[in-house]
């Protein structure tokens, strides 16, 4: 199974910061990575597809990047609708594999 | 508009067989660009990826749980049926049902909708 880790696994910023999320795969898995936003008692939500495709209706302040074994989600310009946690996907073998989440809290 | 609904019993007893069923509509699954998956979530725990319907009937089980995983399909009433036997306290989470969708010009895919997903506890 291709393994996940993401850092950190929890981050306090505050409105209007820049925030940097990794992913981190344990062998490469192209660029076949997703991003998830999930509230508390909410579905996940797309944010990211194939590492860096924005989903549609996704605010611009979100971008992905990366491939192979290391990717990144950034949030420019927190807002404080963006509060949340954060996961990653890769969709490049089976069993597909999450990370286990990044929290990101008000400071 | 696409919608899934996540249905079933809330509360089951260890050793019982859960059935799950997930209710969609505005897609079809006789899409070769869509099929749905199943993923769950313990409570304040990570998601986990369980099962996937795709390419019309192919499905995909999770190796660590597939002795215990069905997945089943009526096209005709837009639902997929999930099933796992022999449950125990740590399988309780929430289940979601989510429609997989063919990225357009990459050879990828993503889970564009969700379900509100269904809390189901088991007790011993």
């Known amino acids: 199974d291709i393994q996940l880790t993401q850092s950190p696994s929890f981050l306090s910023a505050s409105v209007g910061d820049r925030v940097t999320i990794t992913c981190r795969a344990s062998?490469?898995?192209?660029?076949?990575l997703a991003w998830y936003q999930q509230k508390p008692g909410k579905a996940p939500k797309l944010l990211i597809y194939a590492a860096s495709t924005l989903q549609s209706g996704v605010p611009s302040r979100f971008s992905g990047s990366g491939s192979g074994t290391e990717f990144t989600l950034t949030i420019s310009n927190l807002q404080p609708e963006d509060f949340a946690t954060f996961y990653c996907?890769?969709?490049?073998?089976?069993?597909?594999?999450f990370g286990g989440g990044t929290k990101v809290e008000i400071k | 508009q696409i919608t899934l609904e996540e249905s079933g019993p809330t509360l089951v007893k260890a050793t019982q067989t859960l059935t799950l069923t997930c209710s969609f509509s505005?897609?079809?699954?006789?899409?070769?660009?869509?099929?749905v998956g199943w993923i769950r979530q313990p409570p304040g725990k990570a998601l986990e990826w369980l099962a996937l319907?795709?390419?019309?009937?192919?499905?995909r089980y999770n190796p660590s749980l597939m002795s215990r995983l069905t997945l089943t399909k009526d096209t005709s009433k837009n639902q997929v049926v999930l099933t796992m036997t022999n449950m125990d306290p740590v399988d309780t989470a929430t289940y979601y049902c989510?429609?997989?969708?063919?990225?357009?010009?990459?050879?990828?895919?993503?889970?564009?909708?969700w379900g509100q997903g269904i809390l189901v506890t088991v007790s011993s």
């Open positions: 062998r490469g898995i192209s660029s076949y």
């Open positions: 319907f795709y390419l019309h009937d192919d499905k």
């Open positions: 505005g897609f079809s699954i006789s899409s070769s660009e869509v099929g």
């Open positions: 996907q890769q969709l490049n073998s089976y069993p597909l594999t």
């Open positions: 989510a429609r997989r969708r063919q990225a357009a010009g990459v050879s990828t895919y993503y889970f564009d909708y």
